[in-house]
């Protein structure tokens, strides 16, 4: 037998170090050639790192969260043959796989090899599985019939122990907490006082986000410019234009009607459509608008991007973010889609509140944040009646871009969304 040392390879880009986020073997563990070991997070994507050669983990070169450089040592396995950790020769490094930007999958486990087949027993009841906790922030796992009958009783799941297949709650560990006082768990009743607390480690794209947003609001001097948008024209022709040609060309959101008016809005002002290099002190405006689409997922907050947005008509956006969304929330975006953006349209849907303040999506210059829509009396020709209203609320990095620019951006916004035949005057 023999050790094969495995480097933290070299991902490209000129990337010197990368966020180790996750372990999927531990010490001990026999792993199978190709299988995923570890996630690592660079600037721009989600990596994840396979083993070259089986074997067995020997140790772990890193713990999550902890930085590592490129050429590190990454894990220790034990492996037929000689191996690859002699005297005085460099440990090779491995080809990673980049698979998402974001979001990582519960690892799959590799199945050992089939045991010698034993004398037939007697049927016995089956022993319970071992406990299995849940990581911070991970869902329980429970039918609905548990989930009824913990509600009834005032448990909350996330302190449940499942002893079930990969760690589903049964009604037997709803006893077994009943019946133990709840450990460490808070009392079960709703008014009791409650002393626990969660240390949830930011790692991964959370420490990501959490690094853009603290240098986007410290380089950039934001200010904010809300405008308030009749959208009842806007929201008859997106139901008429779906009752047409939904079934032939698929549904509009109010999102793409909104990307069309920025896309003709950009046209007489291009400074906003715009990306600022703060060290070189170059503003480099582009012609053609890629549109960054911030969407939430599991693991938090992503922005695709949605390119040559000036190309498409509006069944060709919408199918775009669809697309772009889908691929975010699951995974399965690649680098290429979540960079290059020249400004960036960020909406809360139903949730989006009256007015909000956005963080620029640094290097650009612009944010336009979208609220929600609501039906409320408003005063139009002398009458007072009821109308579709809807706030934009947007940012501007004020080195580069004057109120008056903004402001004149968001008037024209608004000027094609209240008559919404304009956005398709060439």
């Known amino acids: 037998m023999g050790t094969h040392v495995i480097k933290m390879p070299d991902i490209g880009e000129g990337i010197a170090e990368v966020e180790l986020v996750k372990w999927y073997v531990q010490v001990g563990e026999t792993v199978a050639e190709d299988q995923t070991l570890a996630d690592v997070m660079t600037d721009k994507a989600m990596v994840e790192i396979p083993s070259p050669v089986a074997g067995t983990v020997l140790a772990l070169g890193g713990t ?5 450089a490129v050429g590190s040592e990454l894990i220790r396995l ?37 045991a010698p087949a034993a004398p037939a027993r007697p049927a016995a009841s089956p022993a319970p599985a071992p406990s299995v906790r849940r990581e911070p ?21 996330q302190f449940v122990t499942g002893s079930g297949p990969i760690g589903q709650i049964r009604h037997e560990d709803l006893d077994a907490y009943l019946t133990r006082g709840q450990g460490n768990a808070p009392s079960t009743s709703g008014y009791a006082t409650r002393h626990d607390e969660q240390a949830i480690p930011v790692i991964g794209l959370r420490r990501k986000i959490a690094q853009k947003m603290a240098e986007a609001k410290r380089r950039i001097p934001h200010f904010s410019y809300v405008e308030e948008i009749d959208v009842t024209d806007l929201e008859a022709l997106r139901v008429h234009l779906n009752g047409k040609h939904a079934q032939q060309r698929g549904k509009l959101t109010l999102l793409s009607l909104l990307i069309r008016a920025l896309v003709v809005a950009l046209r007489e002002h291009p400074q906003l459509n715009a990306r600022y290099d703060d060290e070189a002190e170059v503003v480099t405006r582009y012609g053609a608008v890629h549109v960054g689409i911030a969407t939430q997922s599991d693991n938090g907050l992503m922005v695709p991007v949605l390119r040559h947005a000036e190309s498409r008509d509006l069944w060709g956006n919408a199918t775009e973010i669809t697309r772009l969304a889908e691929a975010a929330r699951s995974g399965k975006a690649q680098r290429e889609e979540l960079s290059g953006s020249t400004i960036t349209l960020s909406s809360l849907g139903a949730l989006g509140g009256i007015v909000s303040t956005p963080v620029i999506n640094a290097p650009e210059v612009a944010i336009v944040g979208v609220n929600r829509m609501v039906e409320r009396p408003v005063v139009l020709n002398g009458q007072i009646v ?3 209203m809807m706030n934009l609320s947007s940012s501007f990095d004020h080195r580069v871009v004057d109120g008056m620019d903004a402001a004149a951006f968001i008037q024209s916004v608004r000027g094609l969304l209240e008559h919404p035949a304009s956005l398709f005057l060439e």
């Open 64 to 68: 999550p969260g902890q930085v590592m």
């Open 78 to 114: 034990e492996v037929a043959g000689a191996g690859n950790a002699k005297a005085g020769e460099p440990a090779p490094s491995v080809a990673p796989r980049v698979e998402q930007p974001a979001v990582t999958e519960t690892p799959k486990a590799v199945a050992p090899p089939p």
């Open 137 to 157: 922030g991970e869902k329980p796992l429970a039918s609905p019939a548990v989930r009824q009958r913990a509600r009834e009783l005032g448990i909350e799941l």
């Open 386 to 388: 009821v109308r579709k």
